[in-house]
C-alpha cells in the first residue's frame, strides 16, 4: 500500500489575474452594449427609452458599483488591516454570478490576538473549482478595522497566525506519496496517524465499491455536507454527508457517509439538493453516493 501525501494548501482570496482580465472585459462589453441599448431606446421613444436608461442605470449600478465599492475596500484592508485567526461558520450562495462566476457570502469568527471574538461577514466572486476551499470550519488569517468590524477581508486560507496551519491532506486514489506530516488532524479522523488515516481511506473505498456493487439505487436530499480538509486525485474533496434517503415504496430515513467529490460538481452537492444513492438492502444505513 502506498503512503499518504500531505501538503499545505494555502488560498488567497484574490482572484487569479486571469480571471480579473476576463471580468474588466465582461464588464466593459456589458456597459457598452448597455450604452447601445440606451441610444437606440431613446431614439425611437424618447419617453420609454429613457425610462429604460434610468432603470439600466440603476440596476447596474447597484450591482456593479456594491461589487465595485466592496473590492476597494477589500483592498484597503489587505493594506492596512489589522490581522487576526479566523475560521468560517457559515457559506452561503448569493444567487449573484458576475461572468459565470458564483458570488458566495461568508460569515467569520474572527479571534484577535486581543479582545473578544467577534463574527464578520463578507461576499466574494470566486471561480466555481474554488468553492471546495470555502467551506464551514475552514481556518484563515484575515484583516479587519478594529473601528468596523463588520467585514473583514481574508489574507490566505487554510492557515493560521503562529505558524498552526489547517493542513490539506492530499492522497492519489485513497493513497498516495507521503511527504509530510499534518499540523493539524481532520476533525473527523481525530488523533489518528497518517498510517491509521490511511488505513482508514482505504476500507472506506473497498466498502464504497461493494455497495456500488450490491446496493439499490434511490433518491436522497442533503441534509448537511461538511468537508473533512481532505483532498483526493488532486484537488476532488473528501466530505461527510448526513442525508435523508428515500427508496422506492418505503419510508425515508436518516443516513451519512463520507464521499469523494469532484471539484468540478461540489456545487451539486449541496445542503438542500437531491441526488441519487444506493445502499446496502442488508443493512440501509451502509449508503453511497452513485454519482460523485
Not at 210 to 234: D, L, M, P, S
Request: glycine letters at 10%; aromatic letters at 10%.
Amino acid at each position: 500500500m502506498c503512503p499518504i501525501v500531505f501538503s499545505k494548501t494555502k488560498t488567497t482570496s484574490m482572484r487569479p489575474e486571469g480571471q480579473k482580465i476576463v471580468m474588466y472585459i465582461g464588464t466593459t462589453i456589458g456597459i457598452l452594449g448597455g450604452l447601445l441599448g440606451m441610444a437606440v431606446a431613446i431614439a425611437a421613444s424618447p419617453l420609454y427609452g429613457s425610462l429604460f436608461s434610468l432603470f439600466f442605470i440603476v440596476v447596474f449600478g447597484w450591482v456593479f458599483g456594491g461589487l465595485y465599492l466592496r473590492g476597494r475596500k477589500q483592498k484597503k484592508l489587505l493594506a492596512m488591516g489589522t490581522r487576526a485567526n479566523g475560521r468560517i461558520v457559515e457559506m452561503y450562495d448569493t444567487g449573484v454570478t458576475v461572468n459565470n462566476q458564483p458570488q458566495v457570502g461568508l460569515k467569520i469568527e474572527v479571534t484577535p490576538v486581543s479582545g473578544p471574538p467577534f463574527t464578520s461577514e463578507i461576499k466574494l466572486v470566486i471561480s466555481r473549482l474554488q468553492t471546495a476551499y470555502y467551506q464551514v470550519g475552514v481556518n484563515c488569517i484575515v484583516r479587519y478595522d478594529p473601528n468596523d468590524k463588520k467585514t473583514v477581508a481574508i489574507e490566505s486560507l487554510g492557515d493560521s497566525l503562529g505558524g498552526s496551519t489547517n493542513s490539506s491532506r492530499k492522497f492519489g486514489s485513497y493513497a498516495g506519496e507521503y511527504n509530510a506530516p499534518p499540523a493539524q488532524s481532520s476533525p473527523y479522523f481525530p488523533g489518528k496517524t497518517p498510517a491509521q488515516i490511511e488505513e482508514e481511506l482505504a476500507k472506506m473505498g473497498q466498502e464504497e465499491t461493494r455497495i456500488r456493487q450490491i446496493g439499490t439505487e434511490c433518491k436522497a436530499v442533503i441534509k448537511t455536507c461538511n468537508w473533512t480538509n481532505i483532498y483526493a486525485n488532486g484537488d476532488n474533496p473528501l466530505n461527510f454527508f448526513e442525508l435523508v434517503v428515500m427508496p422506492d415504496n418505503q419510508p425515508a430515513y436518516d443516513a451519512s457517509c463520507f464521499a469523494l467529490i469532484s471539484a468540478a460538481s461540489v456545487q451539486k452537492y449541496q445542503a438542500g439538493k437531491q441526488i441519487w444513492v444506493k445502499y446496502d438492502p442488508a443493512d440501509k444505513n451502509k449508503i453511497s453516493l452513485s454519482h460523485s
